[in-house]
């Protein structure tokens, strides 16, 4: 089987065991799956279509989707320059999840990992995982930087650092001075050995549970006031900023003519934006600030 | 004086005389004032200052902003191409509004007035102003345009068919194949006749209480429930994505290291992110996106 088919399976695995597990979670809200075709009509000779899971209004969960993907078309000029390749077919796949949960106290995570395979042969690996907290809670930081950190040493020593900056480097909400959240780990082009790549995509997508399970169940029993939640709120504002701002898988989808709402599932159920709102100095809200404007090294 | 000097002091009279209106007509909440200077981290050379007057949890008015801005610095290469000119220094001055009703049934309004000087002499006025209303009141629509048409039509006979149109084409939401709103009039790159045009920019700020406050009067008083309420919150994400992801001059303020609260004082108080939210046929929502979708001829 090719490595693009295995990939895909792969990430079909994935999707049901995470979106299996976070059902399991929520306990009340269920994932309810829409099996989707799209022809995108920037490019007619494209191929799409996927399994979009959501769940909304859970007793945990406010809002996540766990994202199937398998699209095909013909390489744009900007993104075939970007690989430095001629334009020509290619194949795509990939996971992408996010989920918003209703508590303040418990962080909203995304992760994605993706395969793409050109025409004429290469192909290349892409991914990470990240956490965006509302409140501190430095255990959950180091908790969730220590899984990735495990698991990209056990593939290759030193690659934990450069993902690490990589995220911090991408997740950044530029005309906010800030990070998107406490970051995790980013690595985009991986094409040698393939293998051991795809063995490393497993171990990352295999990890998610373990890297948010346990932060889900320390805080989703906490209490949390009028106040926290309108902070969230507040914080989640930030969060689209940077979706439809900055990151450039969401505006690529965009343009190209992608399903939006497949591509818009990543953006929050409720959302506050309040002019120049300000955490007051020594709260627990200027500590959060304060560690997404300089990223810390958790590990 | 100086044609920039004028310029910047109707746009002075006009945040006043609009701000103090809407205070009048909300009558609980008033505007706050931000005097503010910036310079742009990616323009040493620059100046830029203004005031920021905006209103939050009105009785009529949940959030709003009326603002007023005088920037300096050199023409970035992409800005000085567009204007066929060579990278100078310019100067720009305006007045940008955007106010969020509290109520579904009492639309959002939006306007702009600018001018751009350079050294080398040449002048461009440019501006607009449109309506997104939550539930179509056809008289709003029409009342709404029947304003700029006259203001138009006694400056340029056929202008106002030409900007109407700009409008439509500038404020759609493309990967939602939509209108932002129901339109109204959109300019840009006003060069010939400076006197004239000022004159014309003078009505069209001068009309905005004409064109806005009757609309207000006339809806503010009516009743509306929660799933009216909940769809203005999933209309107002539309507002959101066309302006982070399309918006020109919101990317631009952004991207030049403009003054964040201020440019984004134009997002909504509340807004929510459902999936695939449809209304259902028949259904008074249905209605509002037909209209959205084929721009119609309101006068």
Redesign the interface.
């Known amino acids: 089987m090719s490595l693009h088919r295995r990939a895909r399976d792969l990430f079909a695995e994935l999707q049901e065991a995470i979106s299996s597990r976070l059902e399991e979670i929520d306990g009340v809200a269920s994932f309810k799956e829409?099996s989707w075709q799209h022809v995108s009509p920037h490019d007619p000779d494209s191929t799409g279509g996927g399994r979009?899971r959501?769940i909304?209004r859970g007793r945990i969960f406010e809002?996540g989707?766990v994202n199937l993907a398998e699209v095909g078309g013909r390489l744009t000029e900007r993104l075939a320059a970007r690989l430095e390749v001629e334009a020509q077919r290619f194949e795509a796949t990939g996971i992408s999840l996010v989920i918003h949960p209703l508590s303040p106290m418990v962080p909203t995570v995304h992760m994605n990992l993706r395969h793409l395979q050109l025409e004429g042969g290469r192909s290349w690996f892409g991914g990470g995982a990240d956490l965006t907290p509302y409140y501190l809670h430095e255990e959950d930081a180091v908790h969730f930087h220590r899984v990735w950190k495990e698991i990209c040493e056990a593939h290759a020593p030193g690659s934990y650092a450069r993902y690490k900056k990589a995220c911090d480097d991408y997740f950044r909400v530029?005309?906010?001075g800030e990070a998107r959240g406490i970051g995790g780990i980013f690595f985009d082009y991986l094409e040698d050995d393939p293998e051991g790549t795809l063995g490393f995509v497993e171990r990352v997508g295999r990890g998610f549970l373990e890297a948010y399970v346990p932060i889900v169940e320390r805080r989703a029993g906490e209490r949390w006031w009028d106040h926290e939640r309108n902070w969230q709120?507040v914080r989640r504002?930030r969060y689209?900023?940077f979706n439809?701002?900055h990151d450039r898988g969401t505006?690529f989808g965009?343009e190209t003519g992608g399903r939006?709402?497949s591509i818009?599932?990543s953006?929050?159920?409720?959302?506050?934006?309040?002019?120049?709102r300000k955490p007051a100095a020594g709260s627990r809200e200027a500590d959060l600030v304060a560690v997404l404007r300089e990223p810390r090294d958790w590990v």
């Open positions: 829409d979009t959501t909304e809002k989707g530029k005309h906010r709120l504002g689209v900023e439809l701002v505006l965009l939006t709402e818009l599932m953006l929050p159920p409720l959302v506050r934006w309040d002019y120049d």
